[in-house]
């Protein structure tokens, strides 16, 4: 199965490190490629486009540092929400050309337009989907790599099985595939390369890092969480998401009669102010039992991916 060419001799596990809203900054980007996995951030995570050009440029540098001192840092790369209601994404979009971003994460909407302008400097486009409607649409603006959001992801998740959104994709799609959902050891990576993935996508697991901008009492809790923690509801931001049942309860929601009515108390119009008091994680939090650093954690899935690889080949 393909994986593009730019990630070729640079990656030490098949990994992208997911952007993660609030939660991806430029110290967890830098220690994930340092370590052989593909970093990422949303530029919204800034909160302008001057500051996401001061976090792009920060981490160029620093990769480049390592790189010049013998290093092989994975690639970077950055999500970008291509949605009416993204009012700097024209902006964000020139900013990402400018400094020639490797990898470009789209959500929310597949525009040819924008797959073209990272094309032109030879960057690659991955877009996530939740579903085949919208990997075929995906697919038809030219993305190189489908982002598969199945069932138990952190943040806007799907609802279908990766033994049925793995298959159905690639039987229509001839580029990289992605699975994201409940990965929190490296069996995982090697599962969702034996499923027919070329990628693994992992997110809560490097919430729970010294690295992350989560707050402390984020990280603590999915330390202490499991799968039946979690709550998969539209009521946060409006499109059905995975979220913490503690922190929605600590937010003065009831878990078990969220409203999505508009009007109602329960819609918050405001997503990043949602978010940052109602956190999200995946199922795969019952496997999360420490907060170590970036690299460490790095390297341990690494020596996990391979032993998984060495069990698996041994029940053939």
Not at 268 to 283: C, N, R, T, V
Request: hydrophobic share 45%.
């Amino acid at each position: 199965m393909p994986l593009p060419s730019q990630f070729h001799g640079l990656l030490t596990a098949p990994v992208i490190v997911a952007p993660m809203f609030l939660v991806s900054g430029p110290d967890l980007v830098v220690e994930t490629c340092r370590s052989g996995f593909a970093g990422t951030f949303p530029a919204l995570n800034q909160r302008t486009t001057a500051g996401y050009e001061e976090w792009l440029a920060e981490i160029r540098d620093r990769l480049q540092a390592f790189g010049a001192a013998g290093g092989k840092p994975a690639p970077f790369g950055v999500n970008i929400i291509v949605h009416r209601s993204n009012a700097r994404l024209q902006a964000d979009l020139q900013a990402t050309v400018r400094h020639r971003v490797p990898l470009v994460i789209t959500s929310l909407g597949a525009v040819k337009d924008v797959v073209d302008a990272i094309h032109s400097y030879g960057g690659l486009v991955f877009h996530d989907v939740t579903n085949l409607h919208h990997a075929r649409k995906a697919a038809a603006a030219g993305v190189d790599g489908l982002i598969a959001v199945a069932a138990g992801a952190g943040g806007h998740a799907g609802t279908m099985s990766p033994f049925a959104l793995i298959p159905e994709i690639r039987a229509f799609f001839g580029g990289a595939i992605v699975l994201s959902g409940a990965m929190s050891e490296g069996r995982h990576i090697a599962a969702a390369r034996i499923m027919g993935a070329d990628l693994a996508y992992m997110g809560t697991r490097f919430t729970a890092t010294r690295e992350s901008l989560a707050a402390p009492g984020f990280k603590s809790m999915i330390v202490d969480s499991h799968a039946a923690d979690i709550v998969y509801t539209p009521a946060v931001s409006g499109i059905p998401a995975n979220f913490l049942r503690p922190s929605l309860i600590a937010a003065g929601r009831d878990p078990d009669d969220l409203s999505v009515d508009r009007n109602s108390a329960m819609h918050l119009e405001d997503e990043a102010k949602a978010w940052k008091d109602i956190w999200s994680a995946g199922q795969g939090v019952g496997g999360i039992g420490d907060i170590p650093g970036a690299a460490d954690l790095c390297a341990r899935l690494v020596r996990e991916y391979k032993d998984a690889l060495a069990e698996a080949g041994k029940l053939a």
